[in-house]
């Protein structure tokens, strides 16, 4: 550990300025107009994992943005670990509620302040230096791939072909992914669970152009306030959601998994707080661990309709459109939430407006289990780094291709993230403790020692 340590103190300042580099790169994949900045980023990774050792580094073209793959190969006699990241981050809109600007990397208090800082670009260089810091130390324990992609925020929907077209060269004893986040620094964990996705975008279109909301207000059904009231009836009074069928394949935890699940540290007042807001919402019955971790919700990600500039427009508008997400637990399928979404949505749909539904992207809920060998070398590598054990949590987000990866190559999937979730992953302000970051190029190492040992 002090061989570790000592070796990231000596390149500390380095390590924060080749992040920073890479923050600077506007590798929005949902946005074409960045396409190039895109592409410049994956050419930097590949650079990067080049100068850090690996072998065989290649920027593999895809349909859409390029996965960059790299090795290091040392004994065949060793178990090889697969890490997973992406390059590619969310939009920055909106702008203005930005302190600094997204794409210009800013440390207030500890702080980085950038788009991608947490999610993903901060966390899955922590495993570039971490390799380097092996390499250069002559401390590599395992046989490494490197798998890093360019478009986890739109779907990943090339990245499945191109791990089933490159399987054998994939092949490895544990996929190692770092897009997770623990309690706290003072409460290490590793989450156990994601949610899977089901994402949609409705349309509801009543006349055939925008109506002067005076002359045909009243006479005409406003798209808006219908949409309005069809998302509204989506759940019910207790929050549930109100689709026929959502809720049928959902296993209800039982009283021993609740009580550890709600045994994890949380402070209700503090949550509030971090939020702004004066009280939680959310499904009767379940506490706010159960209900971000472990239950199914939809929630409306954005909605738009009619004139919205600056002053008066006073219109009727033609349609009316929104954007709408569903989290899934263990033993729903996103393409059959999508099918009875749709249904649903069309069957409320009146008389005097068209509804049209459009599946975007989806993925599965996945469990990793807590008694393989890749997860006890995980939680060594935390109570050394740490100086206490982990604790398993389940996650709200969902990370589609952690069950691809189980799927097509085999193997289960360690989720060793050092974000928090008060980082405001895809939100304005998004941020990643430099703390977190050094600390995650410590613990990584260990991993990698200990998933070695244990796998003799």
Known sequence: MQEIKKYVEENKQRFLDELFELLRFPSVSADPKYKGDVLKTAAFVAKKLKEAGADNVEVCETAGYPIVYGEKLVDEALPTVLIYGHYDVQPADPLELWDTPPFEPTVRDGKIYARGSADDKGQFYMHVKAFELMMQTNTLACNVKFMIEGEEEVGSSNLGIFVKAN???????????????????????????????????????????????????????????????????????????????????????????????????????????????????????????????????????????????????????????????????????????????????ESIAPEFVKVKVMSHHGGEPVVTPTDSVAYRAAEKAIADSFGKKPIPTRGGGSIPIVALFEDVLGIKSVLFGFGLDSDALHSPNEKYDIYNYYKGIETLPLFHKYFAELSK
């Open 167 to 345: 399987a054998e060269r994939l092949k490895a004893d544990v996929v190692l992914i770092s897009d997770t986040s623990m309690i706290s620094m003072e409460n290490p964990s590793i989450e156990t669970g994601l949610r899977g996705l089901a994402y949609m975008e409705v349309e509801v279109v009543g006349p055939n152009r925008d109506l002067h909301s005076g002359v045909y207000g009243g006479a005409v059904a406003n798209p808006a306030t219908i949409l309005c009231k069809m998302i509204a009836s989506l759940h019910d009074e207790n929050n549930h959601v109100n689709i026929p069928g959502f809720y049928d394949k959902v296993v209800e935890l039982t009283a021993d998994e609740k009580t550890a699940l709600n045994s994890a540290p949380f402070e209700l007042d503090e949550y509030k707080k971090d939020l702004g807001i004066d009280a939680e919402w959310g499904e009767k019955g379940f506490s706010t661990l159960e209900r971000t971790g472990t239950r199914p919700t939809l929630e409306v990600n954005g909605i738009w309709s009619g004139y919205i500039g600056e002053g008066a427009k006073t219109v009727l508008p033609s349609k009316a459109n929104a954007k709408i997400s569903m989290r899934l637990v263990p033993n729903q399928s996103s393409t059959e939430i999508a099918a009875i979404f749709q249904k649903h949505f």
